[in-house]
């Protein structure tokens, strides 16, 4: 039997605000003692009036305006009900069916995928269950902190997308800088929608999944506790399969929620799912509606900057950038900005030197990003840094490429430069002549230092003309030594070959 994947996400963020969603408690409570940053309003005592946090709705209307969500100018907050003791008002603040923002899209590996809402609500306190202990703790600290939840529409069909889908939407959070987003601090929670149809046996109408002809749905599991992008894709397949098998073999599914089990890398169930209806959703009578003006909503938008995916098509489209290489560049605005401002040192040192940009741009902003790419993150990875954390001005950088493009140093050289620029910033071509590397590319010396090999090599020198080529490499090698790595190898085997013919 062949099965159609059907996928929809729902993402968590934790807002960065300077307060909490309805108090003034600090929002950042990292490293304080558990229950230290509370107050009557976070723990829900009676008689205490939430205050909405304006700027966690500015922050959500512009996410949704990011993603091409539409604005709900009259929204308001709910009550969402249950009975957890991680929640000490017994109900969650939260938005039912006047979100901030719906109807949006988010293109990933060019498919635009439809986001269905984002609302804002209240994060609930931290349940801690000690190690052979009788009873469960609570840190009521997390208790109010803003969280922001976005809700796609089920158009994803494989693991693959929701993994860079999820990916993708922490990029576009950061670079708002509204939410640091961490997945391993909880700060970001992706949950996952999974359901397997039979092909041909269903199809959307009005963005739903509905079944054709007297064919019976196959219910949807909610994945939970998945706590990196890595999970997220192996979560996802392991349901998948999951589910196939068991429907192979003649097994009826249930709507349930499952949690995903990173030691035993597979999927346990939680609880069979609740419905909406079990919530009693009404509208929290101690927060007025929200009216939010056009005015409002325009001068959010001018807190729009270039988002990855923009940022991505531009650096191809400008730069000729591979789409692998633009990928990584835009991943980071950090390092997507860096990588311009070396750019743009590029330019100017070659509009200074008379010569045209157009001509050199391509083959230029492909040396940046290599040697960004491979060589400046090799340092950065090795020492668990970002780019944020480098002591190299992008002045700096720019003139090591320079150098490298030049042909002044070779590449073994410029390793060698970035390497103490990296460790203590500095000028590379200062560096170059303190450590003595600049490239020997005098063809008149070059030749006097061959012929020395060569002399020296007469047995070698008989096996090349006898027809043992491959001994090139060993001049080479022996040339590179004579030179202590100095030498033009382009050069040197252009001279070797010249002079052994
Ligand atoms: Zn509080």
């Not at 017994?90 to 990933?108: A, C, F, K, R, T």
């Not at 019976?216 to 890595?230: D, G, R, T, W």
Request: charged share 30%.
């Amino acid at each position: 039997m062949d099965y159609d994947v059907i996928i929809g996400l729902e993402i968590h963020a934790e807002l960065k605000t300077k307060t909490k969603m309805f108090c003034r408690c600090d929002n950042d409570a990292e490293g304080k003692a558990p229950n230290t940053v509370v107050c009557p309003i976070c723990l829900g005592h009676p008689g205490t009036l939430p205050y909405p946090n304006e700027q966690a709705i500015r922050w959500t209307i512009l996410t949704g305006l990011a993603l091409h969500c539409q604005v709900n100018q009259l929204s308001k907050f709910d009550r969402k009900n249950y009975f957890y003791p991680d929640l000490p008002k017994g109900y969650q603040i939260s938005q039912y069916d006047l979100p901030l923002v719906y109807n949006g899209w988010l293109e990933v590996n060019g498919q635009k995928i439809k986001i269905t809402r984002i609302h804002l609500e209240e994060d609930t306190g931290k349940l801690i269950h000690p190690a052979d202990k009788p009873y469960s703790l609570v840190d009521y600290n997390r208790a109010g902190t803003p969280l922001m939840e976005m809700v796609t529409e089920p158009v994803i069909h494989d693991a693959a997308t929701a993994k860079k889908f999820c990916q993708r939407y922490q990029q576009i959070l950061r670079y708002l800088n509204i939410s640091d987003a961490d997945m391993e601090k909880g700060q970001m929670r992706c949950e996952a929608n999974v359901s397997v149809q039979e092909k041909g046996k269903w199809e959307y109408v009005d963005g739903e999944i509905k079944p054709k002809g007297d064919y019976q749905l196959n219910p949807k599991v909610e994945l939970k506790n998945i706590n990196s992008f890595k999970a997220v894709e192996k979560a996802i397949e392991y349901e998948i399969k999951r589910q196939i098998r068991a429907l192979e073999n003649g097994e009826k599914l249930v709507q349930e929620t499952r949690g995903w089990n990173e030691t035993k890398g597979e999927t346990v169930r939680q609880r069979i799912k609740e419905t909406s209806a079990d919530y009693r959703y009404f509208p929290e009578p101690d927060i007025p509606p929200l009216n939010i003006s056009a005015e409002m909503i325009a001068e959010i938008k001018t807190h729009l900057i270039e988002l990855p995916p923009e940022k991505k098509k531009r650096f191809i489209r400008q730069y000729n950038f591979s789409d692998e290489v633009a990928e990584i560049l835009v991943s980071d605005k950090h390092l997507a900005d860096y990588t311009e401002q070396v750019i743009s040192e590029l330019r100017a040192w070659i509009e200074a030197n008379g010569d045209s940009w157009e001509r050199q741009k391509n083959k230029l902003a492909k040396t940046a990003a290599n040697w960004l790419i491979s060589e400046l993150f090799k340092h950065l990875k090795a020492d668990n840094k970002t780019i944020r954390d480098l002591n190299i001005t992008p002045e700096n950088f720019a003139e090591l490429v320079a150098l490298v493009y030049q042909g002044k140093i070779n590449s073994s050289a410029g390793q060698k430069i970035l390497e103490v620029m990296y460790t203590r910033g500095g000028d590379p071509t200062d560096i170059m002549a303190e450590l003595g590397l600049e490239q020997l590319d005098d063809e008149a010396e070059l030749e006097k230092i061959i012929k020395d090999v060569l002399a020296r090599n007469q047995k070698q020198v008989e096996q090349y003309r006898s027809g043992k080529t491959n001994v090139l490499q060993f001049f080479v090698g022996q040339t590179m030594a004579a030179t202590r790595g100095k030498a033009n190898p382009k050069k040197v085997i252009e001279i070797l070959k010249k002079l052994l013919t």
